[in-house]
């Protein structure tokens, strides 16, 4: 069946430490794979989007990955500020373009 | 301001009692979604357009239903309600193919009684 799993558990740094998130899917053939921040009771933001043939994109502070061949996207944010404090969420398209599939979210808390 | 506008922001309800929720960008997008979010299964998308007249269903689209008469709206429409559509409703829209980027409204949190 189709699946895209991030880590479930929440995501507790340090100030000023890199933190790393994972998004793995599987039975999905993904040409784009995007990634939202959503902070408590608001919309999704979106914050990049990597496509099929990319390896890596990078925005400011945050760099995203997709290996296509291990089916997983990572999402970095370097540097984390308590401001980073949110949930994090991946997407992907699960059929035409428009067609979309979120994870369920990681929620990362950046500790001062 | 760019923004995806949706109304009402809250609502209570009953069940049977149709309702529709409205949504409006003013961005001039193509693409229109709405998604539910629930505690422990994330956003899931229940339908979409990819222009005027042009809808198709997304993961859980049973017991709604969609219009795209003009392009800056799409409403959602609840024939039925029933309990388990109490939810955290958004609406999206995002522009052509070169940007797949969506911009989500503010959300509208539904309770079926």
């Known amino acids: 069946s189709q699946k895209i799993e991030q880590n479930s558990e929440a995501l507790n740094i340090q100030e000023g430490k890199t933190a790393t998130l994972t998004c793995n899917y599987t039975?999905?053939?993904?040409?784009?794979l995007q990634w939202y921040r959503q902070d408590p009771g608001r919309g999704p933001v979106f914050l990049l989007l990597i496509r099929e043939n990319e390896k890596e994109k990078r925005k400011e502070r945050l760099k995203v990955t997709f290996d296509t061949t291990l089916k997983q996207s990572l999402f970095h944010i370097t540097a984390s500020q308590p401001a980073d404090s949110a949930t994090y969420l991946c997407?992907?398209?699960?059929?035409?373009?428009?067609?979309?599939?979120f994870g369920t979210g990681t929620k990362l808390q950046v500790i001062p | 301001e760019a923004q995806v506008t949706q109304n009402p922001r809250y609502l209570i309800t009953v069940t049977g009692k149709k309702l529709t929720v409205t949504c409006s960008q003013n961005m001039n997008h193509e693409y229109m979604s709405w998604y539910r979010q629930d505690p422990g299964l994330g956003l899931r998308q229940i339908y979409y357009s990819m222009n005027v007249e042009v809808t198709d269903k997304g993961d859980v689209p049973e017991g709604y239903k969609v219009s795209r008469k003009e392009k800056r709206n799409f409403p959602l429409i609840l024939e039925s309600p029933s309990p388990n559509q109490t939810s955290l409703y958004f609406c999206?829209?995002?522009?052509?193919?070169?940007?797949?980027?969506?911009?989500f409204g503010p959300g509208t949190r539904l309770t079926v009684t």
């Open positions: 039975n999905y053939s993904p040409a784009y």
């Open positions: 999206a829209s995002s522009d052509d193919v070169s940007s797949y980027e969506q911009y």
């Open positions: 997407a992907l398209n699960s059929g035409g373009y428009q067609k979309v599939t």
